[in-house]
């Protein structure tokens, strides 16, 4: 996900602070990594010095002094852009759990021993998300997210359960490269 264009989104909503726009990212994206301030005030930066946002004002409010930021015309462009841009399948899935099922067969582990852990904790996470999506007052935005992460768990426990039906002919093949 960029960060950047994620910013610039928030910001097309009006001014905001650097503590607003975090808080903002944590709540539209529940199911992402919550940002670090660290990261917000560092792309923010990045931003007004290429253009995209500039300081809209300073305020304390009482408290500590706050600075505001806003999007700018460039940066207003550059979102649009990035929204309608269409994203690349990956040519290539790194994927970490075949990695260690090879790995496993390499240094004379137990592959399926291994797939059925991982299934466990694929099926464990399948049941928190559920919970999740199906709680009083979830909003959409949760349910959307817990969706998405649902169909990509699935797809890694058809894919688990492909590669331990096949494991026998992986391990010849590995053996013997």
């Known amino acids: 996900m960029s960060t950047r264009h994620i910013l610039l989104g928030l910001l097309a909503g009006g001014p905001s602070h650097g503590y607003d726009l975090k808080r903002r990212h944590d709540e539209r994206f529940p199911q992402a990594r919550p940002l670090a301030y660290g990261q917000v005030y560092t792309t923010l930066q990045r931003l007004v ?4 946002a500039e300081v809209d004002g300073t305020g304390s409010d009482g408290g500590p002094e706050r600075t505001a930021y806003r999007s ?8 649009a852009h990035w929204a309608r841009e269409i994203a690349p399948p990956a040519p290539f899935v790194t994927n970490e759990i075949f990695a260690k099922v090879v790995v496993s067969i390499l240094s004379g582990g137990d592959p ?10 694929h099926m464990e996470r399948m ?11 979830a909003g ?3 349910v959307l997210s817990a969706d998405y992460a649902l169909n990509h768990l699935d797809a890694d426990l058809r894919w688990m359960a492909t590669t331990a039906a096949r494991l026998t002919t992986l391990t010849a093949e590995v053996d013997t490269a």
């Open 140 to 142: 959409l935005a949760t």
């Open 112 to 121: 399926e021993a291994y797939l059925r852990a991982q299934r466990a904790a």
């Open 127 to 137: 049941r928190e998300l559920t919970a999740l999506k199906t709680a009083k007052g």
């Open 49 to 52: 010095r290429d253009g995209l």
């Open 72 to 79: 700018t015309a460039e940066g207003s462009r550059e979102l």
